[in-house]
């Protein structure tokens, strides 16, 4: 083996300040780095991280928010290689699910001390996704989330984003199919939004429903039709803590795989990319990804 990879993304939020004292903590937490990159191009992630385990680095040690995340993650699933994560985006959702914490110094302390688990991943067709996949009402928000917002509002940003998105945003007919019969299928007329989670939280701390997990083996699905102004303030209340699915404007499901059709065609914005179209099948890739957790986490059980 040749040590770890340090690959960071230089233009996340705090990325570009991470870098070196990241690499000088891990050192003297004796994790040994045989490699270490830090991108400018957000763009580079991928084949970065696919060289790094090309090369036989483990593990890969990644800095960056969420998109970071999504970008490479197709590169880590289904491999030996273990993911070791540094959150440096504005969201960091996936890294909340986990139990990671955010500050430099402790999450290096998880890359050096911490477990290695097993965690699911979703599928969007035949892309992988850590947090939620999502049609409606999210793609305008994405639209709306410009760097400049980001780096001006931080974590505040996503509501701001969501607010603006609103007042945009065109109501659509969607049908959810359940191809292993655990549900009827159902048609609506006219919908907010559809997402198909696979973590517990999304969109800067929100969380997908009750229960939840990256490790249950089950998608959470929810339709949110557009109705009545107050039953939308009604489900905005309760996004923080995703009682939101218990209203009466919101269908939740449970399900190992689900088919997405929308009239009309619609984009489907995958961990905060825009990445694919309806129609799409999501499903679960069971225990697909490796990645090293606190100890005291219990967001996932530990590897083998």
């Known amino acids: 083996m040749k040590g770890a990879a340090l690959i960071v993304n230089a233009r996340s939020r705090t990325g570009e300040a991470a870098f070196e004292k990241a690499l000088g903590i891990l050192r003297r937490l004796g994790v040994e780095v045989g490699a270490s ?10 084949e970065t991280v696919s060289h790094a385990v ?11 928010g ?6 490479t993650v197709d590169f880590l699933a289904h491999q030996e290689t273990t993911l070791g994560l540094l959150p440096l985006g504005t969201a960091n959702d996936f890294a909340r699910t986990l139990g990671i914490p955010t500050t430099l110094e402790a999450a290096c302390e998880t890359v050096a001390r911490g477990n290695v688990v097993d965690v699911d991943l979703g599928l969007a067709g035949s892309n992988y996704y850590v947090n939620l996949a999502s049609a409606g009402l999210s793609v305008g928000v994405t639209r709306a989330l410009s760097p400049m917002l980001k780096r001006r509002a931080g974590a505040l940003a996503y509501p701001v984003a969501a607010v603006r998105a609103f007042f945009q945003h065109e109501p659509f ?17 006219r919908l907010l939004q559809v997402a198909v989670g696979n973590g517990r939280f999304y969109g800067g701390g929100l969380v997908v429903a009750p229960g939840s997990g990256i490790d249950d083996g089950d ?3 929810y339709a949110i039709r557009l109705g009545r102004r107050r039953d939308l303030f009604g489900v ?15 269908d939740h499901f449970r399900t190992g795989r689900v088919v997405l059709e929308t ?10 990319e825009i990445v694919t179209e309806t129609p799409e099948e999501f499903s679960v890739a069971r225990n697909a990804l490796r990645v090293i957790i606190p100890e005291s986490s219990t967001s996932a059980r530990m590897d083998g």
Request: hydrophobic share 30%.
């Open 173 to 189: 007919a969607a049908s959810l199919h359940f191809p292993d019969g655990n549900h009827e299928d159902v048609r609506y007329e």
């Open 219 to 221: 998608l959470d699905v």
């Open 37 to 46: 990159y830090a991108l400018s191009d957000p763009a580079r992630l991928p």
């Open 236 to 250: 905005a209340r309760y996004l923080k803590s995703g009682d939101f699915v218990r209203s009466e404007s919101v």
């Open 263 to 272: 009239e009309p065609e619609m984009q489907i914005n995958v961990d905060g």
């Open 54 to 64: 090309s090369e036989g680095h483990d593990p890969i040690i990644l800095g960056g």
């Open 66 to 71: 969420d998109g970071s995340v999504s970008s």
